[in-house]
Nanobody
């Protein structure tokens, strides 16, 4: 089992920045990712990172604004979100997996509890 604990999200004005963290414990994993779910919408991929190679992947909607990173020593993943837009408002989830397409929710076995990010216009 992998346990994932996210930091608190928050309320930020459009154009602002916010950093989320996700602390992992338990078994090892290969890929960690961030997803988000807005009210009435399906959960969607935001970003992912391969734990050993640092390779990163981003949704087109956040590319150039969000940065995913990880700290091996702390076993923690981060999502730095800049130039936030109202459409970024959602519950953000961190997730981990060992094998499969990094973009698909179906391939992630472990999930955090989710944290609310609200961007006001």
């Amino acid at each position: 089992q992998v346990q994932l604990v996210e930091s608190a999200g928050g309320l930020v004005q459009a154009g602002g920045s916010l950093r989320l963290s996700c602390a992992a414990s338990g078994r090892t994993f290969s890929v960690a990712g961030w997803f988000r779910q807005a009210p009435g919408k399906e959960r969607e991929f935001v970003a992912a990172i391969v734990w050993t190679t640092h390779s990163t992947y981003y949704a087109n909607s956040v590319k150039g604004r969000f940065t995913i990173s990880r700290d091996n020593a702390k076993n923690t993943m981060y999502l730095q979100m800049n130039s936030l837009k109202p459409e970024d408002t959602a519950v953000y989830y961190c997730a981990a997996q060992n094998f499969g397409n990094v973009y698909s929710t179906e391939n992630y076995d472990y999930w955090g509890q989710g944290t609310q990010v609200t961007v006001s216009s």
